[in-house]
Every structure is written in C-alpha cells, then in structure tokens.
C-alpha cells in the first residue's frame, strides 16, 4: 500500500490573509490575538484542503519564515534581541524586520528598532530566509512551543500529523558566522536540543518526523559529510521514525552518505533527480522507506499521470509498502488554488495545476496504485487530453522568433568600446559629482496608486484617466527627488504592478493569474506570470513612461527595465525547452526596449538582474554552462547602445563574492547591490578581484521602516571605500522602495543625500 504525504503547504492564503493581517498588526492597527486567530484558521483551512493524505505535514506554518522559526525553536537568538519583554511573536518580529508592531512600547529603549537579520535565498529558489547567526558563545535552548501548539492544534482537529523540522546540518550549512569562529564546532551544542526535541514530540504521539536536509543536494567536503553521519547517529536513538528530505535538486555524489545515514525513510526529489532513484534503491537498506518527489513542487504544469505511473508501477511493485509519493518540496514554492482563477486565459488555465491541484494529481496517482487504473480513468483521460492540447496548440511556438534566436552571434552582446574609453564620454556628458545619489528605480505603490489600477482594471477608470493618474505620481516622485537633491531620478514606477509582471503583460508569450500569488519573504508576495510559449515584443513597454518623466527635469533620469534573467526565473517557466532558450528570447526583446529607450533621448539605462545568482543550478560544477547563457543573455538586452548610454545593473540579496569575474563580464558601467544587511561584507570581493566598473553598495536597507541616519550611511560608505576607488562609488539604497511609505522614504534618503555632501566634503 503506497502512502502519500505532502512535505509543506503555502501559509499565504489563498486572497493572500496573513499578508494584510500581518500589515495590519505592524501598523498597530490589529491586535496581536486576532493577528494568531488568523493564523489558526488558515491552518485549519490548509490541513483541511490536505485531506486524504496519510501524513500532512505540520510545523509549515510560519508568520515570517521558517528558517527563523527553527532558530526561536532552537533558541538561538541574536544578542541584540535579547533581554526584551512582552509577546515572543514581537522579538520574533524584531528579528525578521527590526521592529514589531508600531505601537509596541518595547521600542522606546531601542532607539526605535533593531538590526534585523540578515535575508538571502532559500537555495535557488525565489524565497528569502532569515540568516542564523552563530558566534563561538552561541548556545541552545529547545522552546518547542509554536511547534507544540500547532501540533496540538492539528491532533485535535483529528490531522494525521508529521511535524517538519530543518535538520541540524542544514541548518548551520545555511547560517554565518559574526566572528571568526567555526560553525561546525557548535554541533555538540546543537544535536541535544534535537535530540530533545524529538523527545518531547514522542512524547506528544508523535509516529514520523519530517527533517529536511536539502544541504545534501549541494557539493560536500569531507567534512560535512562526516557531520551528516555524526548528526545522525546522535539522533537514531529518538523514539520517532525520522523522514530525512532532500530537495532541489540530485544526490548524485552524496547518494550512498544519504542511503546509509540512519533514518526510517529518505526523500528526494523525483523531478530533478529521476535518474538517480534505482541506483538509490540499490543502496537503501531493505527496512528504509523511499518517498519519491513525483509532482513538481516548483512549477505550475500539469504533470504527466500516466507517465509517473509508467514508470512509479514497477517501483510499487518492488517497494510495496516502502514506497510513499509526495511532491518534489514543499508546495510552499507555488499558488494555492487553480479553481480562482475565473480571468485567466481558458486554454492556458486547462494545463495547469496549482498547490490544490497538484494534490488531487497526488491522490489520483495514490489511487492507481492502491486500486488500479481503471478506478481513475476518467482523471487520467482528462489529464491525458490536456496536455496534448499543449503540445499541439499552435500558440506556443513561433517560427520568426526562433529564427530571431537563430541568429544571434557574439557581436550582438558586444559594446563599440571597453568601459575605459566609455567611462570619460558618460562623464562628460552627465556631469556628475563624485559620490553621485540615486535610487533603485520605485517609489512607494500608495493606497491612491493601487485604487486606480483596480479602477482600471474593473473599467471604471478609462485609458486617459489612468494615464493623468500615474503621470501625476510620477510627477510627484520627481519633484520629491529634486527636492531631496538626488542626483540621478527615477520617474518611480507607479504604472508598475511588479517588476516582471509589468513586462510579461506586455510580451506575447505570456498569460496572467489574479490570484498566483508565492511568498517571496514575511508578507512580501509576488504574482508571477507564466510564460508558456515562444517571446515577442509587439511594442514599446516604458519609452513613453520615461519620456514624460524626463520631460519634467532637467536631471538625468533613469530608464528601468527588468533583465531576460530576471524575468525569467521569476517567472512559471515552461518545461517543454530548455531555460537558456527562453532567456535568449526574452533578451532580444528586452534588446529592443533599451535600443527604443536610447532613441527617445534616454542615456542612463538600469537593467535589474536581481535574480541573477538565484538561478545558479545548486552544484558549482554545473555553474559555468548557467552562467554562459545568463551572462550572455544580459550582454544581448544591453550592448547594443552606444558608448554615451550609461547602463546600469542591480542585484539584491544574493552572495555574488563566488561569481564577481561572471558580474564583470556583464560589462555594465554601473551595479549597485545590496550590502546593507551584510555590514559591507559582499564587498570582500573587491579585495582581490579588480572590478574595473562603477559600483552602488546599497547603503541603507529598505525592507526595514527603520530609517538610517547620515553618521551610518558615512560610515557604511567609507567602508565600501576601504575596497573601492571612492570616484567610482555611488550612494544608493539596496532595493528599491516600492514596499516602505513616503513617511520612511524621506527622511531616508534625506539622510542619504546629505552622508553624500559629507563624504565629498572630505574628499
């Protein structure tokens, strides 16, 4: 009998609740119970939308970020956070954001808020996590009570309940360091509050444990592979059947160390890692079970039933029992329900499969093996008939931009001429001071901004309407600018949903979701579109936009565009091509914008590649063959403007010290990135490598409404100078502001500006 499981469900909602009720709550606008009696419905919700699973899992739900809740569970916090009273959800908060809610009294000894932690990615995935931080004194301390009251929770709603946990070598895999000490040397602290841990859920009735170990799809030395022994031996004394899960990616090399480590069951993701499932039966003990990710947790395709079963059926029959199907990860990656969607493009909509859905396909294969075929004919018919319609919809290919692609040759990713002689002809010609000022490219998406795009959208603002609306916020951003003495402008972005989504709008190819939403980070969400077939730009995306906004000043303004990377791997991608192929369409049109951009007058050009690092595969042996179409792609959407045309590139919240050489090769005159959070250490690069562009270290850290003063925007930039000629240093945030209000963003950049005059003065 085969049994299926799920290992995470999104925590958002599916209308998105626990984003507006956390919002609310930091205003001071909830209160803190009814902030958690939220929470308790959408997990009652959730395990109730799992039903018919043998285990669902609990411990997913998070208010921020599940890494960060390992850490309060492990009581590892940092020593800045220590010491306050009041609600633990509020030092949780502090942690995640640098303040809870604004009406929490707590602040008024803290000047207003604390250093929030550190945020990067959750391996290559769009999802940030809240960095541990360890240093030689670090301890731990079990406080298991959000993973207890969520599990008593579940027991009484009758859940057949496996809590998820991060596993302890992961867990100090994806954490840093503040000091020089070793973070493996705390392994002798940590696995005893595991061991602990697992007591006390054994003691609660506990039957299976989900422990994810993702680490084990990356490179290891020897010596983490050692400590993956060592932690498991440790824990194989607990009296609960331990599911180890691994995900993202293939095993490869750590296959035998996984097969041999002491749990009851492994999991690995059957997506990216079907060749390596019968050689790992091979190495499994008899007794372990083998839990196959077989749904792809990641992405938004209906999966191929009769394939799986095809090729899971004779597996069933070997296993038997040992078997389990379960998703490639955590559904936590993709929207909640298809059946929402009432808008989206009919065709497009038939072949996929959202969070709900892509457990109705778990179930369907459940039921085949359990009870034959036959008992789910009519599912796998209609599964089998769409995806047919896919492959033959005359929608998705298109023959002039395959010729388009066809065609591309090394010159077209080329500049006339290297940085060197570009640099002195954009200095001339845009007169800038030394530290010039700038932003990131938008502005905050105010309650005014976001009424007249559901306006227009529900028809009741005509074209002409919204356009006078948005020229009106753009107009505003401009004048703010000017008067906060900014150097380069940008015109805000207000006509701007999102970043990718804005673009994918207006490029064939692409269809859009209303309620697709993911969890990007805390109440951060994002829509992404799903690109599902061949790309083109049948017109100009922001030329106008931009025009308008530069027509108002006689500063330089910024044209801003999204790079094909970005794009791409923040979009649904299609499976049915490789990745590098549908970058180098969105390139060529992203080309065109930016050619059309340079003939209406605009000379300075920002290219964001935010996600650029996000997509590199997990493996560094595999990195190079990423990189060349990546980096490739950037180079087509950029090089084709001439010498005087500055462009400018952005990064945020990506460790890039390991790819810099890549970055340089992107040839663009100007990247900023984010360094704020990391105290400027993203800038250790620059130690030994000679980055010969122009660099923006992004000085203040706005996913925070703490503001920072002009003495620590200074300081952060003289540290940047430590390693950077302070004549190619530009003065930015680290992100664009899109997310925090007018109030904040002011004084901010205020500070900004004038931490600008003091370092000229000194220079």
């Known amino acids: 009998m085969t049994t299926i499981h799920n290992l995470g469900f999104p925590r958002i909602g599916a209308r998105r609740e626990l984003k507006f009720a956390l919002e609310s709550y930091w205003k001071g606008d909830t209160a803190r119970a009814a902030l958690k009696d939220l929470g308790a419905q959408l997990r009652q919700r959730h395990w109730h ?67 929030a932690g550190e945020m990067t990615k959750w391996f290559d995935t769009n999802y940030h996590y809240i960095v541990p931080e360890f240093t030689a004194a670090t301890t731990f301390k079990l406080d298991a009570a959000r993973l207890l009251a969520q599990l008593a929770e579940a027991q009484a709603q009758g859940v057949k309940a496996k809590p998820v946990i991060i596993g302890p070598v992961t867990y100090l895999a994806i954490g840093k360091a503040k000091d020089e000490s070793d973070r493996l040397a705390l392994l002798d602290r940590l696995l005893p ?30 010596r983490w592979q050692q400590v993956l022994e060592t932690a498991y031996q440790y824990l194989q004394g607990a009296r609960v059947k331990l599911l180890l899960a691994t995900y993202f990616g293939q095993l490869l090399e750590n296959a035998a160390l996984a097969a041999r480590l002491p749990v009851a069951g492994l999991h690995v993701d059957a997506i990216n890692d079907r060749d390596g499932v019968l050689p790992l039966i091979e190495l499994l003990p008899v007794q372990t079970v083998l839990s196959l990710g077989v749904i792809n947790g990641r992405n938004i ?156 959208k529900a028809g009741r603002l005509d074209a002409a309407g919204y356009q006078t609306a948005m020229r009106s ?117 992203i080309r065109e914008e930016v050619l059309d951009l340079e003939r209406a007058g605009v000379r300075l050009i920002q290219i964001d590649e935010a996600a650029l690092r996000e997509g590199l595969p997990l493996r560094k042996s595999q990195w190079q063959d990423y990189l060349d179409w990546a980096i490739e792609s950037f180079r087509i959407s950029a090089n084709g403007v001439t010498d005087q045309t500055q462009i400018h590139t952005h990064m945020c919240y990506s460790e890039f010290n390991d790819i810099i050489a890549s970055i340089a090769e992107m040839d663009a005159d100007v990247i900023t990135i984010e360094t704020s959070r990391s105290d400027m250490e993203l800038l250790e690069a620059f130690e030994t490598f000679h980055y010969p562009n122009q660099i923006g270290p ?34 930015n945030p680290d992100c664009g502001l899109k997310t925090r209000q007018w109030a904040e963003v002011i004084p901010a950049l205020d500070a900004m500006v004038s931490a600008a005059k003091v370092l000229r003065a000194a220079a």
Not at 60 to 82: A, C, H, I, K
Not at 339 to 360: C, I, N, P, R
Not at 712 to 722: F, L, P, Y
Request: proline share 6%.
């Open 49 to 115: 939308d799992q039903s018919g699973l043998d285990w669902v899992p609990v411990g997913d739900f998070s208010f921020y970020d599940q890494v960060l809740d390992m850490s309060f569970t492990l009581g590892n916090l940092p020593e800045r956070v220590q010491g306050f009273e009041g609600d633990a959800l509020d030092n949780y908060f502090r942690v995640a954001r640098g303040r809870s809610a604004t009406a929490d009294k707590d602040h008024a000894h803290c000047c207003g808020g604390v250093a």
């Open 473 to 589: 916020q753009i107009e505003y951003s401009v004048r703010e600018q000017e008067k906060l003495g900014l150097d380069v402008l940008v015109h805000g972005e207000a006509e701007r949903n999102d970043m990718v989504e804005y673009f994918g709008e207006q490029l064939e190819g692409y269809v859009f979701s209303q309620f697709g939403w993911v969890q990007s980070y805390g109440s951060r969400c994002v829509k992404p579109p799903i690109l599902f077939g061949d790309i083109s730009r049948p017109k100009p995306m922001t030329v106008a936009w931009i025009r308008y906004a530069q027509s108002l000043t006689d500063k330089p303004m910024k044209g801003m565009l999204t790079g094909p990377v970005t794009i791409l791997n923040w979009s649904f991608v299609r499976d049915d091509q490789p990745r590098a192929r549908s970058c180098r369409q969105l390139a060529l049109a």
């Open 193 to 222: 509050v595991y061991v602990e841990l697992l007591e006390v859920l054994a003691a609660r009735g506990v039957e299976w444990v989900q422990v994810d170990e993702p680490i084990l799809v990356t490179e290891l030395d020897g």
């Open 301 to 456: 395709w209906k999966t191929d039933l009769t394939a799986v079963l095809d090729w899971i059926e004779p597996l069933a029959q070997r296993l038997g029992e040992r078997l389990w199907l379960a998703p490639s990860c955590s559904l936590l990656h993709v929207p909640v329900d298809l059946d929402s969607e009432q808008g989206l493009d009919a065709e497009v909509k038939s072949w996929l499969a959202f969070a709900l859905q892509k457990l109705d396909e778990l179930r369907v294969l459940g039921t085949a093996l359990r009870e034959g075929r036959a008992a789910v004919q009519a599912a796998l018919a209609a599964n089998a008939a769409a995806l047919a319609a896919r492959r033959s919809s005359p929608r998705v290919n298109n023959p002039a931009v395959q010729a388009a692609v066809a065609r591309i040759s090394a010159d077209l990713g080329r500049r006339t001429s290297p940085y060197a002689e570009r640099a002195p002809i954009q200095a001339a010609l845009l007169k800038l001071p030394r530290y010039p000022t700038t932003t990131i490219g938008s502005f905050p998406q105010t309650s005014e901004i976001r009424q007249a795009r559901r306006d227009f």
């Open 698 to 731: 992004g000085v203040y850290d706005i996913h925070s409404p703490n503001i920072p003063t002009q003495d620590h925007i200074v300081r952060m930039m003289q540290k940047a100078a430590e390693r950077i000629p302070a004549e190619r240093l530009w003065v």
